[in-house]
């Protein structure tokens, strides 16, 4: 491999993280379901296990459909390394956020809390996974550091 291209792969990168609707909740409704941690919480998980492997992330929630199409494509124009994504409700309804992935091509991991299969079935059919690398589901929020760990390995093959 060209000495340039060795060090491009190696430098430290974004990891955009995002979260749909609702998951501002987090650690305050539905522990049963969701658990104690908070989204804050979820964030600190995040950043640490992408700064074990020498990069940085982008952490936003939003409860519009919108912002999260605004936030794959500034993933891609701020050269982003890649995308994990919670499309929370979004997950089983939004084309916009599948047609965004879709046009970004970015190595992206979906990160469900809880196990969505297992789960009623109307949260079964992902438009999400479509476009996704691969997904960590039923991890609790431990799963957000098995995805980001999973997208910067992911990334750092491309
Ligand atoms: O398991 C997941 O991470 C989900 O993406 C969570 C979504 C649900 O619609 C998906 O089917 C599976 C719901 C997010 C709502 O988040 C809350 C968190 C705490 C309390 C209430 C809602």
């Keep these: 491999?060209?000495?340039?291209?060795?060090?491009?792969?190696?430098?430290a990168k974004t990891i955009y993280v995002l979260n749909g609707p609702n998951l501002n909740l987090l650690g305050t409704r539905e522990p049963?379901?969701?658990?104690?941690a908070t989204l804050a919480?979820?964030?600190k998980i995040c950043a640490a296990a992408a700064?074990?492997?020498g990069h940085g992330i982008v952490f936003r929630q939003s409860n519009h459909e919108g912002d999260l199409v605004?936030?794959?494509?500034e993933a891609k124009r701020k050269k982003a390394a890649g995308i994990v994504i919670n499309p929370a409700g979004y997950t089983t309804t939004s084309i916009a956020i599948l047609d965004a992935?879709?046009?970004?091509?970015?190595?992206?991991?979906?990160?469900?809390?809880t196990d969505i299969h297992k789960r009623e079935a109307f949260r079964h059919n992902s438009y999400i996974a479509m476009a996704?690398?691969?997904s960590v589901v039923g991890h609790g929020v431990e799963g957000y550091a098995m995805?980001?760990?999973?997208?910067?390995?992911?990334?750092?093959k491309r």
């Design 1 to 11: 491999m060209a000495k340039s291209k060795m060090a491009k792969s190696k430098a």
């Design 32 to 36: 049963e379901k969701y658990g104690t």
């Design 41 to 43: 919480d979820v964030k």
């Design 51 to 53: 700064k074990k492997r």
């Design 70 to 73: 605004d936030w794959i494509q």
């Design 101 to 113: 992935l879709l046009a970004v091509k970015l190595p992206t991991y979906e990160i469900h809390i």
């Design 132 to 134: 996704a690398t691969g």
């Design 147 to 156: 995805a980001v760990d999973k997208v910067i390995a992911a990334a750092e």
